[in-house]
Each structure stands twice: as structure tokens, then as C-alpha cells.
């Protein structure tokens, strides 16, 4: 990439987070344009959608929580690895409001620019959860896909006024119906549905 497309793209990213972390995830791709003082023809050739902008402004951040997790995989506990990633993963989509909903239908579409992404999530969660599984210690009758509705459920919370300041306190309860304890603790433990 030559040094002054560089410059572009590098400005268009720390705009498009500022414009994005603002106004949400259906952002103006006008407005990223204007505030980073370049033309749309400079912006699409960059960014041709919304959804490749925001892949690339979640791209660090989902690498990173990937990395994190696969980190705690041997340095946590099952139950420390699980709930942080539950965590992390809201703290994500409650950095861009209404990222969850695109997340959420990117999952299963390999043409969108987001689905790398969302596999690598969705990944990261599922193996926490089987490790967790593993140790007796979570339901057995939930998956990485239902880790995944979660997260979008609690974002949608963060997006809702009234209902934003009961969020990081849910995360909480979310957590503690998945996390059992101990086996044979009373919760169901069929098996996990297969993703979809």
C-alpha cells in the first residue's frame, strides 16, 4: 500500500472508531468521510461497506479476545476463563451499540466481511464452555451458539436506556445459571444442540 493510502486508511480507521463508538454501528459512512477530511471514492475503495469498516475497527479487538482466551485456557480456571470470556465478549459489542445484531447475522454468512470474525468468537467461547463442561462445572445442555445468543441479549441491554445501568449486574446472573458449580447440581445436563 503506498505510504499516502496508508495515511488514509489509518485515519479512516481512527475516525470511523470515533464516528462508530458515537453513534453506533449504523454509523454514516458520509460522515466517517467528512470527519476524516477525504472524499466517499477514498473511503469505498477502502471500506466498500459498513460491515468491511466495521470488521476491520472489531478485527483487533476480536483477535485480542481470541488471543486472551486461548491464554486462559491454560494459565484459568474453567469457570475464570468462561466468565471472563462472557465478559469480554459483551464489553465488545457494548463498545459499538447495535454491533450485536450484525454479529449475530454474520455468524452464519460466509460472504459478509464480519464472519471471520464471528467464527473466531464464537470459537473462542464454544472451547471455553467444553473446558468448562469438561469440569463438571457448567450446563451441559448449552453450546458456543447459545453462548453467542447471550452476548447479543446483553448487548441489547447496554443499548437500552432504562435498562443499561442493570446490564454489567445481568452479566453477572448470566454467568451464574451457566456456570453450575459442580456437577449434578440439579441443572439439566442433557446434551448441547448441535450449532446451526
Excluded at 495515511?7 to 466517517?32: C, M, Q
Excluded at 491464554?71 to 459499538?96: F, G, I, K, M, Q
Aim: with cysteine; proline share 3%; glycine share 8%.
Amino acid at each position: 500500500m503506498r505510504a499516502d493510502a496508508r495515511k488514509n486508511y489509518d485515519r479512516l480507521l481512527a475516525v470511523g472508531r470515533e464516528v462508530v463508538t458515537e453513534h453506533g454501528a449504523e454509523a454514516s459512512l458520509r460522515d466517517v468521510a467528512r470527519k476524516a477530511d477525504v472524499g466517499l471514492g477514498t473511503l469505498y475503495r477502502h471500506f466498500p461497506t459498513r460491515e468491511a469498516l466495521l470488521e476491520a475497527l472489531l478485527r483487533t479487538n476480536v483477535d485480542e479476545l481470541t488471543t486472551q482466551a486461548a491464554d486462559r485456557e491454560t494459565s484459568s480456571t474453567p469457570e475464570d476463563a468462561l466468565t471472563s470470556w462472557l465478559r469480554d465478549s459483551v464489553a465488545l459489542t457494548h463498545e459499538y451499540r447495535g454491533v450485536a445484531a450484525l454479529l449475530t447475522a454474520a455468524m452464519d454468512d460466509p460472504e459478509s466481511a464480519l464472519n471471520a470474525s464471528c467464527v473466531a468468537l464464537h470459537d473462542a467461547g464454544t472451547r471455553a464452555l467444553e473446558r468448562a463442561h469438561t469440569a463438571g462445572i457448567a450446563r451441559t445442555d448449552i453450546d458456543g451458539t447459545d453462548l453467542f445468543a447471550l452476548i447479543a441479549a446483553l448487548a441489547w441491554l447496554y443499548d437500552q436506556p432504562s435498562l443499561a445501568p442493570r446490564a454489567d449486574h445481568l452479566v453477572g446472573v448470566i454467568s451464574g445459571a451457566v456456570l453450575t458449580g459442580q456437577a449434578g447440581s440439579g441443572v439439566s445436563q442433557g446434551r448441547p444442540r448441535a450449532r446451526r
